[in-house]
T-cell receptor, first 118, second 113 residues
Framework: AQSVTQPDIHITVSEGASLELRCNYSYGATPYLFWYVQSPGQGLQLLLKYFSGDTLVQGIKGFEAEFKRSQSSFNLRKPSVHWSDAAEYFCAVGALKAGGTSYGKLTFGQGTILTVHP | DADVTQTPRNRITKTGKRIMLECSQTKGHDRMYWYRQDPGLGLRLIYYSFDVKDINKGEISDGYSVSRQAQAKFSLSLESAIPNQTALYFC????????????FGDGTRLSIL
């Protein structure tokens, strides 16, 4: 069964500092990976996704993530955090069948809450 | 995502009551999902449907049932609510193609007393 681990439950950074949120996945098949952000009282918004190709993917709001197959990781980064980035972040993994279609289900990590200090 | 609408947004009810949460979408997606979110546990899949005649249990389906009334509508029911079903519930949709992301509604906060 596939699984996702986000080792950090809560991270605090100062505004303007760099950010890295960790995500490790476990799945034997070809994975596709997402990062979502959830602001209070709202649903999940897609930040970026990795399917194939370039292992460094760019997303919205200045975020990027790097897929490292050897480490089973898909860490999210931002060079300079803004106060509006305070939210909860979720990593999710899905799996593809041999022909490229998906099994359809995603497995989510536990989430990382980001606090930004002024 | 405004194209995925959940009703109600908030609901407080008592143990033993039957509750229905509704989800409708205008994205034209075939696939729909119901999740619950609990602090520290992330999102867990309750049920999912790949089309109107294809409904599947997720990892935590006990105590829940669903109905896919049309391509655009997917309802979640709690036949006899219990307090540990207090949670934030999300509906999501996705295209049938392999790597497409899921699009989420704004959630229903359900409290069972």
């Amino acid at each position: 069964a596939q699984s996702v681990t986000q080792p950090d439950i809560h991270i605090t950074v100062s505004e303007g500092a760099s950010l890295e949120l960790r995500c490790n996945y476990s799945y034997g098949a070809t994975p596709y990976l997402f990062w979502y952000v959830q602001s209070p009282g709202q649903g999940l918004q897609l930040l970026l996704k990795y399917f194939s190709g370039d292992t460094l993917v760019q997303g919205i709001k200045g975020f990027e993530a790097e897929f490292k197959r050897s480490q089973s990781s898909f860490n999210l980064r931002k060079p300079s955090v803004h106060w509006s980035d305070a939210a909860e972040y979720f990593c999710a993994v899905g799996a593809l069948k041999a022909g490229g279609t998906s099994y359809g289900k995603l497995t989510f990590g536990q989430g990382t809450i980001l606090t930004v200090h002024p | 995502d405004a194209d995925v609408t959940q009703t109600p947004r908030n609901r407080i009810t008592k143990t033993g009551k039957r509750i229905m949460l509704e989800c409708s979408q205008t994205k034209g997606h075939d696939r729909m999902y119901w999740y619950r979110q609990d602090p520290g546990l992330g999102l867990r899949l309750i049920y999912y449907s790949f089309d109107v005649k294809d409904i599947n249990k997720g990892e935590i389906s006990d105590g829940y049932s669903v109905s896919r009334q049309a391509q655009a509508k997917f309802s979640l029911s709690l036949e006899s609510a219990i307090p540990n079903q207090t949670a934030l519930y999300f509906c999501a949709t996705s295209d049938y193609q392999g790597n497409q992301p899921q699009h989420f509604g704004d959630g229903t906060r359900l409290s069972i007393l």
